[in-house]
């Protein structure tokens, strides 16, 4: 059974369902605590209005899991030198790193997914895949798995890509019930993506 830290990443502008359905499936995982951190630790605000409460990026442990959502906050960010290099930081510290819909853009402006196939929000294509120099963007793909990087597609494809992971690293039994519990019905096809973007 899977037992690490998983730490999930927030920024003003995140996109909550990025965050919280592949939470819902990863909070099911025994012995796993998920906490939340942002660059400055406290109140951090989505798109919707609510806000959560995190810690500093300082307190995040080494070794972990890494969840990075996406969203409109991720524009601002993917200019922001230090908020950049601190994110290169986390990620060279984490076992394995999680992101969905523009999250994987910030990977690619920090330079962590060169030379790796990854995936992004389609209705962002152009903008995501506009960063990293040798970042393999794959264009039909509802997530992809390279190395300790996973990438999923847009907003409700973070659910997917969590399950996925669920069913690489404790079974398909586990990931089943997880999904059953959620009366969620997992895309368990990577290539099976009906938001594809013509190249």
Known sequence: ??????????????????????????????DCKLSYFSFSGGLVG?????????????????????LLPGGMGTRPLSSNAVWIENLQLLVEDAQTVL????????????SCLEKRR????????AWATSFGHEVFWQPRARWVADGKFWTASGVSAGTDMALAFVRERCG?????????????????NADDDPFAVRI
Do not use: H
């Open 46 to 66: 989505c798109r919707q209005g609510f806000r959560v409460e995190t810690e500093p990026f300082a307190e995040v442990p080494s070794g972990g899991i890494l």
């Open 172 to 188: 398909r039994q586990k990931a089943a019930a997880i999904a059953e519990r959620m009366e969620y019905t997992a895309n368990e």
């Open 99 to 110: 992101s969905v819909c523009t999250g994987s853009a910030l990977l690619a402006a920090a």
């Open 1 to 30: 059974m899977l037992c690490t830290p998983i730490s999930v990443l927030l920024f003003d502008g995140f996109e909550p369902l990025d965050v919280f359905g592949p939470v819902e499936v990863l909070g099911d995982l025994e």
């Open 118 to 125: 990854a995936t992004t929000n389609k209705r962002s294509w």
